[in-house]
């Protein structure tokens, strides 16, 4: 097509401020100032800003300005010389993705509520596409686009449901989360990274207890899943986006085999699974020294032994506590994989840092362990439980179980109307977790198979939240896994 059109330096300068807008933070003051400034209202903090309405209004500005360019006839780039192709792309790119927000919205409801649901797109996928291609990208471009743009819903719902707090906490964890899912120069990423973020470990630190594991969970469900267009999905549904195994509790022998796999034909934890989302990793602290080393080339070339050998295809994000690092930068990592996996490291709050610091935390939270308890959290039986807590521990507490005392203490006032919690010298040396208590009867012989195979989907059920998931996971049939979990208490 030849180049007919060119950008008066008015409309160079709305492209640039677009532009800007896109590659920004969207949880920092820059992009509130940038916002303000674009449609002409006072600055407004992060967590005052109407997202919706945000989203309205900027998308109303860009149409407004294509249709006064070149009088409606300025939306395909390929009519413009180079410098201004590369100004009007994100305007462009901006108000097709405005008008996709409603059903990509739709469909990470979807996908949140059943993270095992088929990530079926409808026809109005390939008009969005044809619209790409229109404005001059390519076919492939018109893709990876239209991925991005539902990465980037997954990651503002996903960010909002677990961290909707007006804190500075709250808010500086939302910057942080961000800039793990899209680095903090959004631009390198679309150039560069956006489908190369498996090369860059992730460290997440912080108490036991502290929501390393879910922190974890929300990157790989934010992270980018390819969309096929001959079937019309993306490559992989929610429910695919993470895997995670604990070493603590398994053997130097076992953890060698869980990680890198056998001789037979099953794969390793690091090579099984999509070529999308996370592998978590927790108690990498405890491999030998020998392991942590052979991990740390796994890393390093992304792939196991040998020229045929299977491909770490994942993001890796490793947890570990404060006091693994407490002797020095490493911890109890040997330097060469502690340099591997701290590319990025993000701060864990424990849940005594989020009750401090926002007054809403605890209820909130609370809403969240009654919901999962009894599918509904209403808002007297919420009150009732907090303040039970409150007055029975103080407006202090230290909750040194975080959150998973947190459920304790919810499911102790459900059942017997109070909380007494249990004095633990240390965090890391109390009681045993499931997993241990778990592999402790296994050894003395204590569980029968039915009961083994019980308390194996219960402990799965806990990690992973859906009876279907655990079912996937295990070959059983969801309704036999709910029957285990149901009854778990009764083994």
């Not at 079926?120 to 893709?143: K, N, P």
């Not at 959004?186 to 502290?210: C, H, I, K, N």
């Not at 909130?364 to 521990?393: E, M, N």
Request: aromatic share 10%.
């Amino acid at each position: 097509m030849n180049t007919t059109s060119k950008l008066e330096s008015s409309a160079r300068a709305f492209c640039e401020e677009i532009s800007q807008l896109a590659f920004t933070n969207p949880y920092t003051s820059s992009w509130a100032e940038r916002y303000a400034r674009l449609v002409g209202s006072a600055k407004r903090d992060d967590e005052a800003i109407d997202w919706t309405t945000a989203e309205r209004e900027l998308a109303a500005r860009v149409r407004a300005f294509l249709e006064a360019l070149a009088n409606g006839n300025g939306r395909d780039i390929r009519a413009y010389p180079a410098v201004d192709q590369l100004a009007l792309r994100h305007v462009l790119l901006y108000d097709i993705y405005a008008g996709c927000i409603a059903p990509l919205d739709e469909l990470v409801v979807q996908q949140f509520a059943d993270p095992t649901s088929e990530p079926v797109v409808g026809d109005w996928a390939g008009e969005i596409l044809l619209q790409l291609q229109q404005r001059g990208f390519t076919s492939a471009a018109a893709a990876g686009y239209f991925a991005w743009f539902y990465q980037l819903r997954r990651a503002r719902y996903a960010i909002a449901l677990a961290y909707p707090g007006r804190s500075g906490l709250q808010t500086a964890l939302r910057q942080s989360l961000w800039d793990a899912i899209f680095t903090h120069d959004v631009q390198s990423y679309e150039r560069y990274l956006w489908q190369r973020m498996d090369q860059f470990p992730l460290l997440l630190l912080g108490a036991p207890g502290a929501g390393k594991q879910a922190m974890a969970r929300l990157i790989g469900e934010a992270s980018l899943i390819p969309y096929q267009r001959d079937s019309k999905r993306f490559a992989c549904s929610l429910g695919d986006t993470f895997s995670m195994t604990s070493l603590s509790v398994v053997s130097e022998s076992g953890q060698e085999t869980v990680l890198w796999g056998d001789e037979g034909p099953l794969p390793g934890f690091l090579f099984d699974g999509t070529d999308h989302g996370v592998i978590y990793l927790d108690g990498l602290a405890g491999m030998s020294p020998r392991l942590q080393r052979r991990l740390a080339l796994t890393l390093q070339q992304r792939k196991g032994p040998g020229d045929d050998a299977p491909r770490v295809r994942r993001r890796i994000v490793a947890g570990m506590s404060p006091s693994d690092v407490e002797s020095g930068p490493a911890g109890g990592l040997v330097p060469e994989l502690w340099y591997r996996l701290a590319t990025r490291t993000l701060h864990v709050p424990s849940l005594h840092e989020h009750v401090q610091a926002d007054a809403d935390a605890l209820p909130r939270l609370i809403t969240q362990v009654v919901a999962k308890q009894l599918g509904t959290a209403p808002t007297d039986l919420v009150k009732h439980i907090t303040d039970q807590l409150v007055d029975r521990l103080g407006a202090h507490y230290e909750w040194p179980g975080n959150v998973r005392e947190l459920g304790q203490a919810v499911r102790s006032v459900l059942i017997s109307g109070q909380y007494e919690p249990r004095t633990i010298a240390s965090s890391d040396a109390g009681a045993p977790t499931p997993e241990a208590r778990l592999l402790a009867s296994m050894k003395k012989g204590l569980l029968t198979a039915t009961e083994l195979q019980a308390h194996y989907c219960a402990l799965l059920y806990d990690e992973y939240g859906t009876y279907g998931e655990v079912a996937r996971r295990v070959g059983l049939d969801w309704r036999t896994v709910k029957k285990y979990v149901d009854k778990r208490e009764s083994f």
